[in-house]
């Protein structure tokens, strides 16, 4: 028996979204820091069912060494952020924010031209 309560599940799929949208136009239009790339998306954000914490996946296109700053410039960040998400949104709690770097663009690629190298 599956013991997932819907409600639960749709308001924590509300929260994502509504996560994913405002840390996004925090991002782009409050935080000032030059390490971040001007192309960087957040793909999904994963909240905790106890709204404790919240994964932010992002991806960046971009090589490798502009990845890892933007990610480490978002970390410091982070404190900034979740201020301006308390600010902003009527939640009574706002989860602890963690920066991941979204690689399943490149691993989908890896995967890609694994199958046409196959082809005959």
């Given amino acids: 028996m599956n013991n997932i309560n819907p409600q639960a599940s749709t308001r924590i799929d509300s929260i994502n979204s ?4 405002e840390i996004s ?10 390490r971040i790339s001007n192309w ?3 793909t999904y954000v994963e909240t905790s069912k106890d709204l404790q914490k919240a ?7 971009a090589e490798k ?3 890892q700053k933007t990610l480490k410039a978002l970390r410091s960040a982070t404190k900034f952020i979740k ?9 009574k709690r706002i989860p602890n924010i963690t920066f991941i770097v979204d690689d399943s663009l490149e691993k989908a690629e890896t995967i890609s031209k694994l199958i046409d190298s196959n082809k005959p």
Wanted: no cysteine; charged share 30%; net charge positive.
């Fill in 65 to 67: 060494e502009e990845t």
């Fill in 18 to 21: 509504l996560l994913k949208r």
């Fill in 40 to 42: 960087i998306s957040i």
């Fill in 25 to 34: 136009r925090i991002i782009t239009t409050q935080v000032k820091d030059p």
């Fill in 83 to 91: 201020s301006n998400l308390h600010k902003d949104l009527s939640l």
């Fill in 55 to 61: 994964r932010v996946y992002i991806s960046v296109m």
